[in-house]
Nanobody, 115 residues
Framework: QVQLVESGGGSVQAGGSLRLSCAAS????????MGWYRQAPGKQRELVAT???????NYADSVKGRFSISRDNAKSTLYLQMNTLKPEDTAVYYC?????????WGQGTQVTVSS
């Protein structure tokens, strides 16, 4: 059973930093593109950043220059470094991955940024 488990969320003041991790577990024979999404209260889930298996990245305009996505294929782990956090970054952050030729989602981790 393949699972994605996020960690690293929490509460931080505006201007602070957090690093999210997403570990894939189970029997994995292929890992494709992975990404981070977020969902704020009352809003639709939105893309934050994605990374291909070869390291190509894509970011939402709202996080460009502040967030950085990376991956460690040997550890089957995805990261999101979030700097200069703003109150509008407050949301549940979800990890997404194309593993074993299908899409998996993590359970989410809460990020709260206070002003």
């Amino acid at each position: 059973q393949v699972q994605l488990v996020e960690s690293g969320g929490g509460s931080v003041q505006a201007g602070g930093s957090l690093r999210l991790s997403c570990a894939a577990s189970g029997t994995i024979f292929s890992i494709g593109a992975m990404g981070w999404y977020r969902q704020a209260p009352g809003k639709q889930r939105e893309l934050v950043a994605t990374i291909t298996s070869s390291g190509g990245t894509n970011y939402a305009d709202s996080v460009k220059g502040r967030f950085s996505i990376s991956r460690d294929n040997a550890k089957s782990t995805l990261y999101l470094q979030m700097n200069t956090l703003k109150p509008e970054d407050t949301a549940v952050y979800y990890c997404n991955g194309f593993l074993n030729l299908r899409v998996y989602w993590g359970q989410g981790t809460q990020v709260t940024v206070s002003s």
